[in-house]
């Protein structure tokens, strides 16, 4: 298979070989070197309209970046459904097991701008776009399920309290600042929210193994038109991983880029990375039979009592020809919206209805963003929208309005039994109102569900979360504010961080006691197959070339990634493998490491690549006089996942685990 590089290369050159260079009026250009000026040694020409040309088109490369979710990367793939489920809509993309519909997913943090790194501590986007062949679905979903605020209005309160604070612009990609934690400490309805991203799911190990969530509740039509409430989720076939903190930290500056380059590279190698769809489905005369609201996002459905059914597969096989055109012109809006699927009056999904298209107005330019290729849907575009800033059709015709006599009345409308969309026919018996539902107001019981549902480590990992951000903070009465609501969800969560970050426990404590925890929220209810995990072999000293290729064979064989790694570049005459120097790699870039070695004394960065990789609870073998060599070291050998074999069978059998976090 040719990777993505060359096949860039083989389209660029088929329609550049033997081209001449023009400009943009197709002029040919025969100087591109040197600008029109008085003499060889003299001032230039404002009569060069060539260079004038070429530079005011550079001066305009950027556009402003997303307000949130600037820094994004995105992939091609195909969404196919399992079974028919006419019984719950007439979407056709879910009733139409044979269908191979198209997507384009954008995965993004939030608060970094467009630069940052990809491993800070942040919600993820995971937003789909599906071609469909009744138009476009977007499903602009998170990485977790719920969401900090519950009514749209707040959003431009949430974003400036995450953001770089204003006078001095920091801190860039992470929340560890003053200001969000005084939105937290003040705004309640965010704590569950909150609860979820210091934990492990706010640093996620990359985009393949990361759930995604539709958040909101949205609705399912049938033929009959019945109508049920749905949860959207994406379930990773990869599993689901996070990084320790201190080495997300540590990747920031190691690998700016670790995110998109591991995804990338996986899709380019053909290990294309796989996600179910599930649904969580409750009729609609369930809609009060629970106690939380249903509508309420920063809720969740505990899969404990509203299963998720399983119902497709989305699998991402194509990476974008050019980064700018496809990932960063693509524009998601949750409006984007199929027969058979409906909004519910959630009032952050409301808010979003107007949102999406007004920012790309700003973004993209104008109004025809639509137009852009990535934007466009598979089916035909046909309406009296006219003009506009970019504009690609030549509009033929005198008429542009609807009704009309002089077209037959054409583009007409269509009936929703012939396939037009139409909005759920949902009874209102209210009061015009500015008033947050009552239902809405329970802020803690779901977050203290959360932390129950935590294995002891993710527990623990959440602690050091919350006492890393709350340190951060230089204002003390944010700190003490912020442990105050944490003391509303758990006392002992309240207890630890205010012993870490020095402020006091308030004396009462209205934690209520909750006994349930869902079992589907620990992040170790997945499987965790180690496709794709990624080796690195330190090669210490002189080992011969038969030993190495019999290591890289056994990890082609068991579907895993590798790099050898050693004081300098081997000079390997055959290409079984890549290899790197200590300068070039880290530990933390890899998800295990192997250390090969014929002495018994071995390089110092050996010793510290070894001892980083048990730090951070990763597996980690040694050769015998490895073993030996680190006796002295930190690395204890005893401990889990600690293997000492010179065989490269017996070691890739061995990594069953992807962390030991039993290890001391
Ligand atoms: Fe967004 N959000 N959002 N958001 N959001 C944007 O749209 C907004 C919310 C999400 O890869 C913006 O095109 C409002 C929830 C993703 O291009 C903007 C509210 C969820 C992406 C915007 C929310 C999301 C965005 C910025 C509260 C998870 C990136 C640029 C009412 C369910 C999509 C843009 C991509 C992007 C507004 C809340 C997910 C400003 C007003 C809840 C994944 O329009």
Known sequence: MMNKKDQNLESF?????????????????????????????????????????????????????????????????????????????????????????????????????????????????????????????DLVGNNIPVFFIQDAMKFPDLVHAVKPEPHHEMPQGGSAHDTFWDFFAQNPESTHTTMWVMSDRGIPKNFRQMEGFGVHTFRLINKNGEAHFVKFHWKPKQGLESMVWDEAQIVAGKNTDFHRQDLYEAIDKGDYPEWELGLQIIPESDEFQFDFDILDPTKIWPEDEVPVKIVGKMTLNRNVDNVFAETEQVAFHPGHIVPGLDFTNDPLLQGRLFSYTDTQISRLGGPNFHQIPINRPVSPVHNNQRDGMHQMHIHQGQVAY???????????????????????????????????????????????????????????????????????????????????????????????????????????????????????????????????????????????????????????????????????????????????????????????????????????????????????????????????????????????????????????????????????
């Open 13 to 137: 050159r088929k329609n550049n070989d033997g081209k001449a260079m023009t400009t943009n009026q197709g002029l040919k250009v025969s100087e591109d070197e040197n600008t029109l000026r008085a003499g060889e040694r003299g001032p230039s020409l404002l009569e060069d309209f060539h260079f004038r040309e070429k530079m005011t088109h550079f001066d305009h490369e950027r556009i402003p970046e997303r307000i949130v979710h600037a820094r994004g990367y995105g992939a091609h793939g195909e969404f196919e459904v399992y079974e028919d489920l006419s019984a719950y809509t007439y979407a056709d993309f879910l009733t139409q097991p044979s269908k191979k519909t198209p997507v384009f997913v954008r995965f993004s943090t939030v608060q970094g701008s467009k630069g940052s790194a990809d491993s800070v501590r942040d919600v993820r986007g995971f937003a789909t776009k599906f071609y469909t062949d009744q138009g476009v679905f």
């Open 402 to 664: 609807h009704k009309n006599a002089l077209n037959a009345n054409n583009p007409h409308t269509t009936a929703p039994e012939d396939g037009g969309f139409e909005h759920y026919q949902e009874k209102i018996d209210a009061y015009k109102i500015q008033k947050r539902s009552e239902s809405f107001k329970d802020y803690y019981t779901q977050a203290r569900l959360y932390l129950n549902s935590l294995s002891e480590p993710e527990f623990d990992h959440t602690v050091s979360g919350f006492s890393f951000e709350l340190g951060k903070c230089v204002d003390i009465n944010i700190k003490q504010n912020a442990v105050n609501q944490l003391n509303k969800v758990s006392r002992l969560l309240a207890e630890r961080v205010a012993e870490n970050i020095g402020v006091s426990v308030p004396e009462t404590n209205e934690e209520v006691q909750l006994e349930k925890a869902d079992s589907q929220l620990t992040m170790d209810k997945f499987d965790r197959p180690l496709r794709g995990h990624a080796v690195g072999i330190v090669v210490d000293g002189e080992v011969s070339n038969d030993i190495l290729k019999s290591y890289a064979k056994a990890m082609v064989d068991q579907q895993r990634n590798y790099a050898f790694i050693s004081d300098k570049p081997r000079n390997i005459e055959e290409d079984f493998g890549i290899t790197e120097t200590f300068d070039t790699v880290h530990p933390t870039l890899f998800d295990s490491l192997i250390i090969i070695s014929n002495n018994t004394t071995i390089f110092d960065k050996t010793e510290e690549f070894a001892e980083l990789t048990y730090q951070h609870f990763k597996p980690l073998v040694l050769s015998e006089n490895a073993a030996t060599a680190l006796a002295n070291s930190r690395v204890d050998s005893s401990q889990p996942g600690v293997i000492t074999s010179n065989d490269p069978e017996v070691i890739v059998q061995a990594f069953t685990k992807p962390r030991y976090w039993d290890r001391q």
